[in-house]
């Protein structure tokens, strides 16, 4: 629904999405990427399908740079995340799980970056709703 939502947004602003980004828009793209930083921060899971359905619905932009902004967001909650449960459940921690977890996000992390650049933004909106129903399904059942 993407390009249709953002079709939708520039004929609101005008046709110029990205001059326009009032203060209307700029307050819900704050308050909503805080409320997924603090989602994720707690349960990471489908934050950057969350993210992406957020910048696409207020911003006008490529998807590439949506998805590169996304990863970026997304690294800087995890390191907050991370250093806060060190702080408060060093304990509590099972570092093998953990190291498991990020050398896996760190490969993923590098091939999404190098492989959905190259992608069309319709390969790359394909392989997001992909992503996120097989987390979906992994969840509920």
């Known amino acids: 629904l993407q390009p249709k939502i953002q079709a939708w947004v520039a004929r609101r602003t005008g ?3 990205d001059a326009r980004l009032g203060p209307i828009r700029m307050t819900l793209l704050v308050v909503g990427t805080f409320a997924v930083g603090i989602y994720g921060g707690y349960f990471t899971a489908a934050q950057g ?3 992406m359905g957020l910048f696409g619905a207020l ?3 490529h998807i590439q740079r949506q998805n590169a ?3 970026l967001l997304s690294l800087v909650v995890n390191v907050v995340a ?7 459940a060093f304990d509590r921690i099972d570092w093998t799980v953990a190291a498991l977890i990020a050398v896996g996000s760190l490969i993923g992390g590098y091939l ?5 650049r190259r992608l069309s933004p319709v390969a790359l909106r394909i392989a997001i ?3 996120g129903l097989i987390g979906l399904y992994r969840l509920l059942f």
């Open 49 to 51: 399908i969350l993210l």
């Open 82 to 88: 991370a250093c806060a449960y060190i702080l408060v």
């Open 59 to 61: 911003l006008h932009d």
């Open 112 to 116: 999404g970056s190098h492989y959905g």
């Open 69 to 71: 902004a996304k990863n």
């Open 15 to 17: 046709g110029d999405a």
């Open 129 to 131: 709703v992909v992503v």
